[in-house]
DNA sequence: ATTGGGTATGCAAGCGCTTACATTGTCCAT
DNA sequence: ATGGACAATGTAAGCGCTTGCATACCCAAT
């Protein structure tokens, strides 16, 4: 045989009509157990596999499930997605990653493909891109949940944590420590919503400890570690010098810590560095690093369980945002009292 | 509109059929621009998207690549299929990405899920599975490529490196440096060639310096820090212990270090360790980790471009293997001579 | 034996798109 | 004017599958 095997080859094979060997494969409790058999006897001995574009377009659904993620470089979103597959899978849905490298243009393309191939439904990160794109999923009716975010707000249904009030809680404990001065290192925040809610955070804390928000030493990076670097690099440029180094993301604190030693400056001793996310790395660090834990497999499995929820038409009241957790370990230290 | 406008929609809005319809999306110049321009109009005033499924069954080509990497959750395949995507993408392909956890049968699934999506072409991860798998790509005559190894004597054209020699390279230099008992931690090698080939590329170099190669202590654990760590205790609960420790990857090698911290070994004072695919976390890593260098990037270009050509059914002459290269860093210290 | 009520199966109409082929229209050479 | 060549567009036949409806069949009850 030349080409694959069609439900008619199969039917033929088996001596029945395309509706039985649909309906075998679809429905098997419709058929009664010999022709089954038999029919599945001719599937096998065949190596039939469905033609996919054909049954979506039959069927109108295609049990998948579509994610962008902004980035596969690093393992920010792997552990969640890898729960959110993992419960996908178990519902009977295949997942289809692309990642769009924290380009919101390359984001619509791959959007557009996605609902385009059929997805069921879709998971994005984040809140933040044009409307446009909103109304274009309202209008082709594809159920969207918005991951590692939060909001009763946003345009979509959410499943995820409050980054703003997980980093203030963060900044908190930092200025409790007895910090004044800070510094933070902060992914690009035009269009990554996460990012800017951290930064927030940070400021909330700061001005409800009576300090000037604005005095936050700011830089601008990319979640890789050579850009944290050369940020953490610029910020133990400034006089004074920040007491202790905020990062948005713990693969940032990794380059902190990095840039910290080639600069030769103790961490904690001289400066504190503090990530979030708490990744495998995070306790692995020298010094190991303080930051925030995210429920990841937590969030995977509930933005699992409610986009395909949705998908299914039924209908679902908003869930609280998940809960993060400070995680102290020694990057970070208390001050001497100075008053 | 309560429903996504289909082909016919546009015709009729455009006053056309939907054969002209068709030809302006796919073949604009076989379309005068006049109507070209009433139907471009019409599309956008629809908010038009060709319906997938549709379009694969009519046309026969998805212009879709899938990709199964055995696991997302660290960054092992990240930095290849992002480079793989890229360049996909500048070709006009769109890449799919499923995981599967390291599991043979849900590495089946998704190849099943895959085919049936009607890419046009696969990419695996190394050569391990089993002949019925191959039998049925070919069977369906989707083109598959595969990474992260390399063989002329593999059942699908390869793009990667030799995994063997890579780390043998690796191993050649340790015992350079006056090691004789060595230690490995290595993933099972049950269903992962790569794994296979790296345990076997030591026990060269080892055999090749005069060792006995059944004298490599080796232990098996999954690519994730806490099992590694496991296994590096087992491996310095062993007497002799081993003077160095080769992990069969930078993540294991990271459990291992911060395990060697927490049993107060210093590194490479007390025991020297390396890793394998000179990850960003490698460096930073205190000691720098010692690790071999794999081209991620030039390798998922190589293999985006030889997957596309085999689609399009261009004859390919098999590449010759990527270089890896030996990085060296504090980790790995000579012995001091003994004899 | 008949009849009625289920069940198991077959029939055939699409699903939205592409594309080979047919048709219509245009323009130029004669 | 007329025919021919070519360009622009339309017509309609699938692509492989699902599913509502029709048919055939089986068994129990009469």
């Known amino acids: 045989m030349t080409t694959a095997p069609t439900l008619e080859d199969v039917a033929r094979a088996a001596g029945v009509s395309t509706a039985t060997v649909s309906r075998c494969l679809n429905m098997p409790d419709r058929v009664v157990e010999k022709t089954r058999a038999r029919v599945m006897k001719a599937v096998s001995d065949l190596n039939y596999t469905p033609n ?122 930092v200025l409790g420590k007895g910090h004044r001065r800070l510094g933070m290192i902060s992914a690009p925040t035009a269009t990554n919503d996460r990012a800017r809610q951290r930064v927030a955070g940070v400021r909330d804390a700061m001005a409800a400890a009576g300090l000037d928000a604005n005095a936050l030493a700011l830089v601008h990076a990319p979640y890789d570690i050579d850009s944290a670097s050369t940020a953490f690099e610029g910020l133990m440029g400034q006089s004074p010098r920040p007491t202790v180094v905020l990062c948005g993301n713990d693969v940032q604190a990794a380059g902190a810590i990095h840039q910290a030693r080639k600069m030769s400056l103790a961490v904690p001793e001289d400066v504190s560095i503090t990530g979030f996310d708490d990744m495998d790395i995070a306790p692995v660090l020298s010094p190991p690093l303080t930051t925030v834990a995210v429920p990841h497999r937590a969030m995977g499995q509930r933005a699992a369980r409610t986009l395909v929820a949705m998908v299914e038409g039924e209908d679902m009241q908003p869930d609280a945002p998940l809960a993060t957790q400070v995680i102290l370990r020694a990057s970070l230290k208390a001050l001497p009292q100075a008053d």
Chains 1, 2 share one sequence.
Not at 55 to 71: D, L, N, W
Not at 86 to 115: M, N, W
Not at 132 to 155: E, F, I, K, M
Not at 165 to 173: D, I, Q, T
């Open 52 to 173: 996919f574009g054909a049954r979506v377009m039959a069927a109108k659904r295609t049990q998948t499930i579509g994610a962008i993620i902004p980035t596969m470089e690093n393992a920010i979103f792997a552990r969640g997605i890898q729960a959110f597959q993992e419960t996908l899978h178990a519902k009977g849905y295949t997942l289809l990653v692309a990642s769009s490298a924290y380009d919101p243009a390359l984001e619509e393309q791959e959007i557009k493909a996605l609902v385009a191939r059929g997805a069921d439904g879709l998971l994005l990160i984040g809140q933040d891109r044009d409307g446009s794109v909103y109304d274009y999923l309202a209008r082709q009716q594809v159920p969207t949940l918005l991951a590692w975010t939060h909001g009763a707000d946003a345009p979509c249904p959410t499943a995820g944590f409050d980054n703003r009030a997980a980093m203030r809680g963060l900044a908190e404990v």
